[in-house]
């Protein structure tokens, strides 16, 4: 599956953006499409991840309470609304997605095969 990402931009500390990961190519029927990101000069990390098959949800400890994932099946697209937005939130994030991923591995990003060019959120204090 082709990941296109957007919904990317500045925006000011507490403020909010949603992002979009958008399957081409096909739907992400049996999919687990994650959301990950990386801050300048940090590794990449885990942010968020849908199980669409039963619906588990993942989040990082960082962006519980503020970060929502979803989606949109009729649009073969997930979401990640974010909420209460930090300075440190700042990054260039990328959805993944995989299909057969267990649940313990949906915070892993070696277990995701494909992955979209990222988008990039920045957030001024």
């Known amino acids: 599956v082709w990941l296109v990402e957007s919904g990317g931009g500045l925006v000011q500390d507490g403020g909010s953006l949603r992002l979009s990961c958008a399957a081409s190519?096909?739907?992400?029927?049996?999919?687990?499409v994650g959301w990950f990101r990386r801050a300048p000069g940090k590794e990449r990390e885990f942010v968020s991840a849908l199980r669409l098959s039963g619906g588990n949800m993942r989040y990082a400890d960082s962006v519980k309470g503020r970060f929502t994932i979803s989606r949109d099946n009729a649009k073969s697209t997930v979401y990640l609304q974010m909420n209460s937005l930090k300075p440190e939130d700042t990054g260039v994030y990328y959805c993944?997605?995989?299909?057969?991923?267990?649940?313990?591995?949906?915070?892993?990003?070696?277990?995701?095969?494909?992955w979209g060019q990222g988008t990039q959120v920045t957030v001024s204090s």
């Open positions: 993944a997605a995989a299909t057969g991923m267990i649940l313990s591995s949906m915070t892993q990003d070696i277990h995701y095969k494909n």
């Open positions: 190519g096909r739907t992400f029927n049996g999919y687990t």
